[in-house]
């Protein structure tokens, strides 16, 4: 079965950087996109980055654009989510996504991980 394990997330400050991996299983990590969402307390999901099946082109929101870089090593069936210049309003759980195959829409969703952003 489809297995999404996220990790790194903890507390830092503004403008302090983190990197969130996501360990997949159970399905051919390289044929699918992938997302990462994320939930901030008392809010609704927000889309967060994409990336397409080898890597090459990746997608994100306005308000991360220029701060986040997704990427994925298709050999460790593993992706990434570079987060610099880190803000209060980022303060999210964030949540590895498979798409699915033809739709693109969210199809599983990892536990997520605790990124608090505090001074």
């Known amino acids: 079965q489809v297995q999404l394990v996220e990790s790194g997330g903890g507390l830092v400050q503004p403008e302090e950087s983190l990197r969130l991996s996501c360990a997949a299983s159970g399905f051919s990590f390289r044929t699918y996109y992938m997302y990462w969402v994320r939930q901030a307390p008392g809010k609704g999901l927000e889309w967060v980055s994409g990336?397409?099946?080898?890597?090459?082109?990746?997608y994100y929101a306005d308000s991360v654009k220029g701060r986040f870089a997704i990427s994925r090593d298709n050999a460790k069936d593993t992706l990434f989510l570079q987060m610099n210049s880190l803000k209060s309003e980022d303060t999210a759980v964030y949540y590895c996504?498979?798409?699915?195959?033809?739709?693109?829409?969210?199809?599983?969703w990892g536990q997520g991980t605790q990124v608090t952003v505090s001074s």
């Open positions: 996504v498979k798409a699915d195959y033809w739709s693109r829409a969210f199809s599983s």
């Open positions: 990336i397409v099946p080898t890597g090459g082109y990746t």
